[in-house]
């Protein structure tokens, strides 16, 4: 079992960052690739970057926020962190952190098994 607990999320302008973290216990942090997706309201989860436990961390992005966010991982605290910088209001979502072992590049919501409460971010335009 993966325990996940975001925290970072709140309300910013449009053009400005957040950092949002999510903290996990449990099984062995190192083994897991940690992603990020959202939800806005109405929408279905999409995914947003994810780093792999494999290759020393390689991180990946959707089209949407490649440039803008970055995606990180600390093993010691086992945490990952996601930088949200140049935030638009369609950025406005439930983020969600999440962790698989799966190999390579997992996408989709149903490659992760395990998953955190959520934290929402609101981009004022």
């Known amino acids: 079992q993966v325990q996940l607990v975001e925290s970072g999320g709140g309300l910013v302008q449009a053009g400005g960052s957040l950092r949002l973290s999510c903290a996990a216990s449990?099984?062995?942090?190192?083994?897991?690739?940690m992603g990020w997706f959202r939800q806005a309201p109405g929408k279905d989860r999409e995914f947003v970057a994810a780093?792999?436990?494999?290759?020393?961390?390689?991180?990946f992005y959707a089209d949407s926020v490649k440039g803008r966010f970055t995606i990180s991982r600390d093993n010691a605290k086992s945490t990952v962190y996601l930088q949200m910088n140049s935030l638009k209001p369609e950025d406005t979502a439930d983020y969600y952190c999440?962790?698989?072992?799966?190999?390579?590049?997992?996408?989709?919501?149903?490659?992760?098994?395990?998953w955190g409460q959520g934290t929402q971010v609101t981009v004022s335009s």
């Open positions: 999440a962790a698989t072992g799966r190999f390579g590049w997992p996408r989709r919501a149903d490659e992760y098994g395990y």
């Open positions: 449990g099984r062995t942090f190192s083994s897991y690739t």
């Open positions: 780093v792999t436990w494999t290759g020393g961390g390689v991180p």
